[in-house]
């Protein structure tokens, strides 16, 4: 099992839709939670931070943790085109250690 | 305006070559840290460092070295290239002490070794 798991994608979506996008974690000591948005051909960029159970929001994207069921989600609203991206999910289990998903590559269709 | 630089973008080397993949933050951050990432594949940590002359190694660390000699200085060395090594490399910092508020990146380094 990989100490994160994401679904590979490709995600594909209608411009207005909601994308949801999920990512699982085996390690329940797991402190602080992210999502960065990869561009094909770019280096990842930090979109959201998540460090306790609930939902976490900025603008149209939307972070929700359940550390029970060892879950993270993006969500994002009114999708557009330009959201067409990877999505890395990385969970921090304390210290340096940050593990990374391999991603779910989203297409937003206009 | 405070940023991660890397140099050079792209390079292609010959095998058996001493390559140094360059790395410079302004924004003051504490940690910083080299990855590995392959198309489609997960990013793997190759070194990492809290600080000046603090430096540790990572999961893929045994075939290259780093130094941190100032703050906003963190260059990864490859003492002989192999084709594989081809990959592309990708320098980060952070800022938090107990608590990690995420990573910004530099733009990486596309390595082919031929």
């Known amino acids: 099992q990989k100490e994160v798991e994401q679904n590979s994608g490709p995600l594909s979506v209608p411009e207005g839709a909601i994308a949801s996008l999920n990512c699982t974690y085996s390690?329940?000591?797991?402190?602080?939670f992210f999502w960065y948005r990869q561009y094909s051909g770019k280096s990842p960029e930090l979109i959201m931070s998540?460090?306790?159970?609930g939902d976490q929001e900025d603008g149209r994207f939307t972070a929700q943790l359940n550390k029970a069921s060892q879950y993270v989600s993006l969500l994002i609203r009114d999708s557009q085109p330009s959201d067409s991206a990877t999505y890395l999910c990385a969970v921090n289990t304390g210290g340096f250690k940050t593990i990374f998903g391999a991603g779910t590559r989203l297409f937003v269709k206009a | 305006e405070a940023d991660i630089y890397q140099t050079p973008r792209y390079l292609v080397i010959g095998t058996g070559k001493k390559i140094t993949l360059e790395c410079s933050q302004t924004?003051?951050?504490?940690?910083m840290y080299w990855y590995q990432q392959d198309p489609g594949m997960e990013l793997h940590l190759i070194h990492y460092?809290?600080?000046?002359?603090?430096?540790e190694k990572g999961d893929l660390s045994s075939e290259s070295t780093v130094s941190r000699i100032r703050t906003e200085h963190f260059p990864l060395t490859l003492e002989s290239a192999r084709p594989s090594h081809t990959s592309q490399y990708l320098c980060a910092s952070s800022n938090g002490d107990r608590v990690d508020y995420g990573y910004t990146f530099g733009s990486g380094t596309r390595l082919t070794v031929v």
């Open positions: 998540i460090y306790s159970n």
């Open positions: 460092s809290y600080g000046v002359n603090s430096t």
């Open positions: 924004m003051g951050h504490d940690k």
């Open positions: 390690d329940r000591g797991s402190q602080s």
